[in-house]
């Protein structure tokens, strides 16, 4: 049954490339099919590099406004169950299961009130499922209520005003991305070459994340000192959400209504790209109590800092491209955040599992060999074979006392790889296959494998520039 699943989906993807490939070829020149992507992101095609939110000058691509998006289509084949922490001491289960989704279709748009003031947005409709609202309840003894009050989930991912002095100075305020890890940074699904993003800083942190507050951002330099900056003050972790299997992952805010603000973020991120075809970036963030912005004041008596810091790489070459990046951090005073989120309400959305750990890491990295750079008519050659190794484990360290007596649980250490090809008919269009093999607490549990298809887009559908209006 898997064999005919993946012989039919093969030539369902078959039949989606020639499709775009006519389309490509009936194309009106003119047309870029640019990018919605953010900053410092890189299109392997040829496609020159795009930036959005940032990049406000008249050479951007667009006059007055854009409207654009992007979306996945994953279907995966599973040799493993659902549970990895079922009780048995082989690990997970070896119940074979296919799945099917759409992980994200996100609609963005960017509009120039004047040369000075712009707006952007982008709103993102994930997994299809069922959305849904909390409350906490003062009158009920400070009880959580649950409210479903959306037919799928919608995060409003970013919103935001931008006011720009020039190239080198911008000063933005609102909903925004938090340009922390890699993955953050360049979360478009043409950025990383797996069927799925990179699984170690989407383990550790939310993805995508985004909160609201303001930043100073810009470019500085030129030729081969050019450097982007972004200096930021936002809402700040929720230490209610910190967990065992996902680090800080849980403490993103979003739940309510309103976010709280009493202790805020602190982020800073700076890229060098001096270099053609180079971008080595690294960013940093602080919260100084996390606790102080839990959902009610009083249940922590004590500060949890929390520290992240993160630095990657990334080289596009004609011939190959190569990405990396390492990420770590701290929570302080973790055993007493464990010994507290354990006795959090059943009726809170969050998963109270422990311990929590003190420290968690993930680094990895992946390389991609671009075949149409090797042969003389690259039109139907846009292949690019590749091969990620990650490793990550959200318990890399946990502090054993009187208030937590659990050590690290070695089935959250997993080293994995992934091999396979992205295929392009279109610049911003890509077919994706590969396999992930995943080694769990050293080879100590069952491994976990699976073969994924997917297809991705990103896009600006209407635009507004000199000329005309492209769609």
Request: no cysteine; aromatic share 12%.
């Amino acid at each position: 049954m898997i064999k005919g699943l993946i012989v039919s989906a093969g030539m369902m993807l078959l039949s989606i490339s020639a499709m775009a490939q006519d389309a490509e070829d009936q194309r009106v020149d003119g047309v870029t099919g640019a990018s919605p992507q953010r900053p410092g992101t890189e299109a392997v095609s040829e496609a020159p590099e795009v930036k959005a939110h940032d990049d406000y000058t008249e050479a951007d691509g667009y006059r007055k406004y854009r409207v654009g998006g992007y979306g996945e289509i994953l279907a995966q084949f599973k040799n493993y169950g659902i549970n990895r922490f079922n009780g048995t001491a082989q690990g997970n289960s070896d119940f074979k299961r296919n799945t099917i989704s759409i992980p994200r279709f996100v609609l963005a748009g960017d509009y120039k009130f004047n040369k000075h003031w712009m707006l952007g947005m982008e709103v993102e409709f994930e997994a299809g499922g069922t959305g849904t609202a909390y409350e906490i309840e003062n009158t009920e003894n400070g009880e959580y209520e649950t409210e479903v009050e959306k037919g799928g989930e919608v995060a409003l991912e970013q919103f935001h005003i931008t006011y720009r002095l020039n190239n080198a100075f911008m000063v933005r305020v609102g909903h925004q991305i938090v340009p922390v890890g890699l993955t953050n940074t360049h979360h478009e699904p043409v950025n990383f070459f797996g069927t799925v993003r990179p699984e170690g800083e989407t383990t550790l942190l939310p993805s995508t994340w985004h909160e609201t507050g303001l930043s100073i951002l810009g470019e500085v330099g030129k030729q081969w000192t050019l450097f982007d900056y972004q200096a930021m003050v936002l809402a700040g972790l929720n230490a209610n959400g910190f967990d065992r299997n996902t680090w800080v992952a849980g403490g993103k805010q979003g739940f309510f209504e309103v976010d709280n603000f009493t202790s805020p973020a602190y982020v800073a991120r700076v890229n060098y790209k001096g270099v053609p075809g180079l971008r080595l970036g690294a960013s940093f963030y602080y919260v100084h109590n996390a606790a102080a912005n839990s959902d009610k004041p009083q249940t922590y008596t004590f500060d949890v800092p929390v520290r992240i810091w993160s630095v990657d790489a990334q080289y596009v070459h004609r011939y190959f491209t190569v990405r990396g990046n390492i990420l770590g951090g701290k929570i302080g005073n973790s055993s007493l955040l464990t010994a507290k989120n354990n006795r959090l309400s059943s009726k809170s959305p969050y998963s109270r599992l422990a311990p929590i750990a003190e420290r968690g890491v993930s680094y990895g990295a992946e390389a991609g060999i671009h075949v149409k750079g090797f042969v003389r008519n690259p039109k139907w050659w846009d292949i690019t074979p590749f091969f990620r190794y990650e490793y990550y484990n959200p318990q890399e360290k946990v502090v054993v006392d009187a208030n937590n007596l659990k050590g690290a649980d070695d089935r959250l250490k997993t080293h994995m790889w992934v091999a396979g090809l992205n295929y392009r008919p279109l610049p911003y269009l890509v077919i994706k296959a590969d396999y992930t093999h995943r080694s769990i607490g050293d080879g100590k549990y069952k491994s976990e494998n699976e073969f994924a298809l997917g297809v991705a887009f990103v896009g600006w559908f209407l635009k507004d520039n000199k000329f005309r209006i492209d769609h």
